[in-house]
């Protein structure tokens, strides 16, 4: 058998019913529906992934199969939170394709340009990936918001954190898109803003939520997620439009 994608449901379906406190057989039957396959728990099983006894209705994740389980969920709830907060819109079919076809050293660089983000769009905790265990000594931020940058400074956008829609809809209003170049002409007592052409004053609450590079070149993820031997380029190019 050896579909990947059908057995990565199968292991996100049971940390889904974990945390939900259950570990029966027949609860992950109930959440699968018609898409539940017998053969691939058999075949979970016989690769070490989960643990089950014929006739038992307990069915758990074992240490390797949890480890899969967490790299899935892990890269759906980031590209979730991608989505949410780049493109301004909540993108699940999106996210999860992305989730079987990317590797982790692509995960962790899009983490890291989310600034390490705890949570999904749906308050759901988004498990840590080494990045964020870097982060918190040593690897540096690639971005930084808007108002981090000195008075009469340009820099380029890399993104706009929407967060709700109220705030999409104020920052779909300043025409700030992602690639353009940025001027902070001034911070107090508002942010006085150049982009596109247009001087703009905003609140320090939606400049802080406008995200800009540190350095002028443009982050460069698929260079890191090379050694995987996945074709991530593909991806890579579908999400910052290369």
């Known amino acids: 058998?050896?579909?990947?994608?059908e057995r990565d449901e199968h292991l996100e379906k049971l940390w889904h019913i974990r945390d939900e406190n259950s570990d029966s057989f027949m609860t992950l039957k109930e959440h699968m529906g018609?898409?539940?396959?017998?053969?691939?728990?058999?075949?979970?099983?016989?690769?070490?992934?989960?643990?089950?006894?014929?006739?038992?209705d307990r069915i758990t994740l074992t240490?390797?199969?949890?480890?899969?389980?967490?790299?899935?969920?892990r890269a759906h709830r980031i590209a979730e939170r991608f989505f949410y907060n780049v493109l301004g819109?909540?993108?699940?079919?999106?996210?999860?394709?992305?989730e079987h076809n990317v590797s982790e050293a692509l995960v962790d660089g899009i983490c890291t340009l989310l600034g390490?983000?705890?949570e999904c769009p749906h308050g759901l905790p988004i498990p840590k990936g080494k990045c964020c265990e870097r982060a918190a000594t040593s690897t540096p931020s690639l971005v930084m918001p808007l108002t981090g940058l000195k008075e009469g400074s340009c820099a380029r956008v890399a993104y706009a954190d929407f967060g709700n829609e109220e705030r999409f809809h104020k920052i779909q209003g300043l025409h700030?898109?992602?690639d353009a170049v940025i001027k902070l002409c001034q911070k107090n007592?508002?942010?006085?803003?150049?982009?596109?052409?247009?001087?703009?004053?905003?609140?320090?609450e939606i400049a802080s939520r406008i995200y800009i590079w540190k350095e002028p070149q443009m982050l460069r993820i698929?260079?890191?997620?090379?050694?995987?031997?996945?074709?991530?380029?593909?991806?890579?190019?579908?999400?910052?439009?290369?």
């Open 63 to 73: 240490k390797k199969g949890e480890e899969r389980a967490r790299s899935v969920i």
């Open 189 to 204: 007592p508002a942010c006085v803003i150049e982009c596109e052409g247009a001087t703009i004053a905003v609140d320090k």
């Open 116 to 118: 390490h983000p705890r």
């Open 1 to 5: 058998m050896k579909n990947t994608v």
């Open 222 to 242: 698929e260079e890191a997620s090379c050694a995987s031997g996945k074709d991530t380029k593909g991806w890579f190019c579908k999400i910052f439009g290369r």
């Open 176 to 178: 700030v898109r992602k």
């Open 89 to 98: 819109r909540d993108s699940e079919k999106e996210a999860c394709e992305f």
């Open 34 to 56: 018609e898409i539940f396959n017998q053969a691939a728990i058999d075949e979970l099983r016989r690769d070490g992934m989960v643990d089950f006894a014929q006739g038992s």
